[in-house]
């Protein structure tokens, strides 16, 4: 079974300052890797995703990721926060059926609240 | 292109009571999921369909849950009847087909409290 550990409930930081948020996978199969973000009152939106490739991923708004297989890790950086990257961040891995074909199911961290002091 | 829709986007229900939400994925996408978010949680599956067919339901409380997708397009969860601990936020997602790298597009929720 696959699952994702995201390091920090909450992360603070000031507007301008680097962003990193931890995310660690755990899973039998190469996995596929997605970061979302939610903001208050909506739904997830894809941020960027991992399948295969340049292990070096970037998304919207200016985050990128990095896919580490040794460490089995996918922490979403950003250089410089914005007050409007305040919001809730989740990592999430798709996962395989019992029969080892996809299905496309997707298993979530517990998530991460970014808050950006100005 | 129009997004998830979800209806309604709030509900209070009294414990025992049952509940309907409704779903309608972006058009062309085949696969279609139901997730519920528990505050301070991340989403858990509840189901997923394929065109008007299940494909995963491990994780759907069948003895006070159901979902349909009849027409393989839009899809309606009910609970019935509803615990307290049914409060959450119940997302749905769309795909345009069910393979691992395939980007879900989600919906923006309702919330459901049960009192």
């Known amino acids: 079974a696959q699952s994702v550990t995201q390091l920090g409930s909450h992360v603070s930081v000031s507007e301008g300052a680097l962003v990193l948020l931890r995310c660690n996978y755990s899973s039998s199969v190469p996995p596929y890797l997605f970061w979302y973000v939610q903001y208050p009152n909506q739904g997830l939106q894809l941020l960027l995703k991992y399948t295969t490739g340049a292990t070096l991923v970037k998304g919207i708004n200016g985050f990128e990721a990095e896919f580490k297989k040794s460490e089995t890790s996918f922490h979403l950086t950003k250089p410089s926060a914005h007050m409007s990257d305040a919001a809730e961040y989740f990592c999430?891995?798709?996962?395989?059926?019992?029969?080892?074909?996809?299905?496309?199911?997707?298993?979530f961290g517990q998530g991460t609240i970014l808050t950006v002091h100005p | 292109e129009a997004g998830v829709a979800q209806s309604p986007r709030y509900k209070i229900i009294e414990k025992r009571q049952s509940v309907a939400f409704w779903c309608n994925p972006i058009?062309?996408?085949?696969?279609l999921y139901w997730y519920q978010q528990i505050l301070g949680q991340g989403p858990k599956l509840l189901i997923q369909f394929q065109n008007n067919g299940v494909v995963d339901d491990s994780q759907l409380p069948k003895d006070r849950f159901s979902a349909e997708r009849l027409k393989g397009v839009d899809s309606t969860l009910k609970i019935q009847p509803a615990k307290l601990e049914d409060s959450a936020v119940y997302l749905c997602a769309s795909s345009y087909r069910a393979r691992e790298r395939e980007t879900q597009y989600f919906g923006p929720g309702t919330r459901l409290t049960v009192l």
């Open positions: 058009s062309g996408h085949a696969t």
């Open positions: 999430a891995v798709s996962s395989f059926n019992a029969g080892g074909t996809s299905y496309g199911k997707l298993t």
